[in-house]
Structure formats: C-alpha cells, structure tokens
Nanobody
C-alpha cells in the first residue's frame, strides 16, 4: 500500500521561500508513472503545481514557472517542492500525488499541508 506524508508548510511573508516534502512508503518513487504537487485554495478547484514523470519530464503551472522546482531523493524516497519568491496567491493547501502505472491506473494522495503567504 502506498502512503504519502507531506510536511514543510507554514506561514511565510511575500518573497519568502519554503520547501515541502512528501515522504513516500510502499514503493520506490521512481517506480511511479508520475509524482507531483497539487494545490487547492479556498473556493477553488485543486490544480496541478508541478509534476515529474517517470522519464524525468516535468509539467507545471505557468504561475509557478521559474519560482518552484520539484525534485526527488532516491535515498529518502521523498519528493520535494522548493518554492521561492512566494506570493499571496500561492496560499493554499498543497497535496502530493503519485500515479501508479499498472492498469487500472491508480492515484494516491497525501493529507495536504497548508501554505500561507502574507502580504
């Protein structure tokens, strides 16, 4: 069974930085079709922030281009999201998600971590 545990959220001022962590258990993070970060602000739909595929390609929201970076640590089986130059509009609950290859495709989510950026 795949389990995800996020950490690293908190309160930060505009322009500050945070690094989110997603510790994965049950499978190697390199065995997944993709691993990624999503976020959901109050009253809005959950949206992709950035993901990295099994082949190493990345997809990301235009709003975070040049500011956020996703990475993987094989030794710790952990996925990170480095967030720089944070803005109030980045305020949301951030979720880690992994996608399993084998059909049917399965998605696993973490419990979420709150990020609040004050102006």
């Amino acid at each position: 069974q795949v389990q995800l545990v996020e950490s690293g959220g908190g309160l930060v001022q505009t322009g500050g930085s945070l690094r989110l962590s997603c510790a994965v258990s049950g499978r190697s993070i390199f065995s997944f079709k993709s691993v990624g970060w999503y976020r959901q602000a109050p009253g809005k739909q959950r949206e992709l922030v950035e993901e990295i595929t099994n082949s190493g390609g990345t997809n990301y929201a235009d709003s975070v281009k040049g500011r956020f970076t996703i990475s993987r640590d094989a030794a710790k089986n952990t996925v990170y999201l480095q967030m720089n130059s944070l803005k109030p509009e980045d305020t949301a609950v951030y979720y880690c998600k992994v996608v399993v290859f084998t059909p049917p495709e399965m998605h696993f989510w973490g419990q979420g971590t709150q990020v609040t950026v004050s102006s």
